[in-house]
């Protein structure tokens, strides 16, 4: 009876083990993704002051509501790993606006902006469902 007692105990522990470790890891996918959007968006925005100042505010609202998220769920040790995430996402969206704007290969440029809209879609449609 009580070595049975003692895996059923085991098997429990190791179960809410596993669970919060997979809680953890659904937090941390998701704190990336807010980072990288909130990265992207800020790039998007930099972009638009540039070449269509009326868009950016509606991004900039979007990037706000997405920071707002990131502030909902980030740890408070996790700080400069969010940073860097979002620095590394606004200079990769960054490049691909600047590649899509600035290139002599229209179908190199058309595949940048492409590319640069679905992720910045990808960002705004989470902030829509």
């Not at 659904?26 to 930099?46: H, I, K, P, Y």
């Not at 606004?90 to 640069?116: E, H």
């Amino acid at each position: 009876m009580i070595s049975g007692m003692r895996c059923f105990i085991c098997a429990l522990t190791l179960w809410l083990a596993v669970v919060a470790a997979t809680a953890h890891a659904q937090t941390v996918d998701r704190l990336r993704t807010f980072a990288d959007c909130a990265g992207r968006l800020s790039a998007v925005m930099e972009y638009q002051w540039m070449f269509d100042g009326a868009a950016s505010e509606q991004t900039k609202a979007q990037r706000a509501a997405v920071i707002e998220l990131i502030e909902a769920i980030m740890p408070q040790d996790a700080g400069r790993q969010v940073l860097h995430w979002r620095i590394t996402a606004k200079q990769a969206q960054s490049a691909l606006l600047t590649r899509a704007t600035f290139n002599d290969d229209p179908g190199d440029a058309a595949w940048a902006m492409q590319t640069a809209e679905r992720f910045r879609a990808e960002c705004t449609s989470m902030l829509l469902s």
